[in-house]
């Protein structure tokens, strides 16, 4: 197996004159290729800043992060996003969708940011909804969606890209528990069947009990790191077509 993300000593604080915030203090980590990793903790340990800087969406103060060997201190802003465009998908708790673009508009939007053609994003934006079931809610607003398909939407949106890594901040931390569970198979089965590597931070231990393996952070420090036997989890059920 080969490693997809690599950390080492990664630290992140925050403030000045003497007020010094150490929120991530020297994180070592690897993560493999094809892993879905839950990553847990009480809230202000860190989580969501150790997934944005592994995902390069913020900087560290201190350490080093590499995505596939390549090494995101060395890029500068253009080449962090470029990176970003090109290798990972988000999704976040609140969907984070554009709310005047139609969802095809929402999920072309990283094909067009990164150079394709309007019309060729949007074809490639069509598939991207079907294969997430909701194919016949192309042409709504998020506002026309109930909150599971709008997370579907910003699924498609992530996977849109074929990243290499998706990364999710409690991406189940707004719907209901059946909708979460749908989002969770949905983003199990995307990995799966694409050997794509899927990193969750997550309350609810429903959702990393599909994990391959759950990091707990605590106070900026991770203090257990399991792998689960595969055994141990329910298998992924299929993901029922959408629901009109
Ligand atoms: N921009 C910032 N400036 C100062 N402090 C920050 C900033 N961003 C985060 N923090 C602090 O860093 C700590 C960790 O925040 P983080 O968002 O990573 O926690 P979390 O584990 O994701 O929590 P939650 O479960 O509540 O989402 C918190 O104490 C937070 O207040
Ligand atoms: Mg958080």
């Known amino acids: 197996m080969s490693s997809i993300v690599r950390v080492e000593a990664l630290s992140k604080h925050y403030g000045s004159n003497g007020v010094r915030l150490e929120v991530l203090k020297g994180i070592d980590l690897n993560i493999e290729e094809g892993e879905f990793v839950a990553v847990m903790g009480p809230s202000g340990s860190g989580k969501s800043t150790l997934l944005h800087l592994i995902g390069g969406l913020d900087r560290p103060s201190g350490g080093r992060v590499w995505i596939k060997d390549r090494a995101l201190n060395d890029l500068d802003d253009k080449g962090l996003s470029q990176l970003r465009r090109q290798q ?45 079931g909701l194919a016949d809610r192309k042409d709504h607003r998020p506002a026309e969606l109930s909150g599971g398909q709008q997370q579907r939407v910003a699924i498609a949106r992530a996977l849109v890209i074929k990243p290499a890594l998706i990364m999710g901040d409690e991406p189940t931390g707004a719907l209901d528990t059946r909708t979460g569970d ?26 990393a009990a599909h994990a ?31 629901a009109s």
């Open 88 to 132: 990972i998908g988000f999704v976040f708790q609140f969907f984070n969708l554009l709310a005047v673009l139609s969802a095809r508009e929402n999920v072309a939007m990283p094909l067009i940011l990164d150079g394709v053609k309007r019309a060729a994003a949007l074809q490639r934006a069509e598939g991207a909804l079907e294969a997430v």
């Open 182 to 207: 749908e989002v969770v198979n949905l983003l199990r089965q995307s990995i799966s069947q694409e050997r794509r590597t899927l990193v969750v931070v997550t309350h609810d231990a429903r959702v």
């Open 212 to 242: 391959d393996r759950i990091i707990y952070l605590k106070d900026g420090e991770i203090v257990d790191d399991n792998r689960l036997n595969s055994g141990e989890r329910p298998l992924a059920a299929p993901v029922s077509g959408e």
